[in-house]
T-cell receptor, first 112, second 113 residues
């Protein structure tokens, strides 16, 4: 079984709708991250969490919110989706002092 | 702030050709440097890393050397295979910054038989 899972894998929604993307991990890591991938822009950090009580904004947090329900679960919400939020979204985990991040398979989101 | 610049793709090669993907960075202090690879339809996975100047990371025939003097971390492979077709991302992080990764834009590599 995969260590980092994301649901759904694909989602089509309409402008103005609320949508939640979920991430679960079995690696036992404290740190979790949400990234957005756009063609030619690499991955950009949306939010990150160092533990259940510590949540921080990344470089592109506007229009997004997150919830860390447990060590193993980190959800990303789009309260009112807009077309320019169409992208591939990745969840990742890491465990200090190691610096390697472990990525989920991604969620492809299309906002019409 | 930190930034990573890598060569734009796509890079198209024949099997057994030599591959180089250039990566340069701007960062304060001494970041750790990474190459991640994304195979079609999958998430990113670590390919190799280097944590201090002159370190060489290597994995699956790929190599990259941390060059502090030129702020570079170029990825090389001597003989590519069709299975190396993927998108490659150069990235950096600082432990003091909570291991947040700063990525380059990615380079798509296509290896033809």
């Amino acid at each position: 079984d995969a260590d980092v899972t994301q649901t759904p894998r694909n989602r089509i929604t309409k402008t103005g709708k609320r949508i939640m993307l979920e991430c679960s991990q079995t690696k036992g890591h404290d740190r979790m991250y949400w990234y957005r991938q756009d063609p030619g822009l690499g991955l950009r950090l949306i939010y990150y969490s160092f533990d259940v009580k510590d949540i921080n904004k990344g470089e592109i947090s506007d229009g997004y919110s997150v919830s860390r329900q447990a060590q193993a679960k980190f959800s990303l919400s789009l309260e009112s989706a807009i077309p320019n939020q169409t992208a591939l979204y990745f969840c990742a985990t890491s465990d200090p002092p190691l610096e390697t991040q472990y990525f989920g398979p991604g969620t492809r989101l299309l906002v019409l | 702030g930190d930034s990573v610049t890598q060569m734009e793709g796509p890079v198209t090669l024949s099997e057994e050709a030599f591959l180089t993907i250039n990566c340069t960075y701007t960062a304060t202090g001494y970041p750790s440097l990474f190459w991640y690879v994304q195979y079609p339809g999958e998430g990113l996975q670590l390919l190799l890393k280097a944590t201090k100047a002159d370190d060489k990371g290597s994995n699956k025939g790929f190599e990259a050397t941390y060059r502090k003097e030129t702020t570079s971390f170029h990825l090389e492979k001597g003989s590519v295979q069709v299975s190396d077709s993927a998108v490659y991302f150069c990235a950096l992080t600082h432990k003091a910054a909570g291991n947040k990764l700063t990525f380059g834009g990615g380079t798509r590599v296509l290896v033809k038989p």
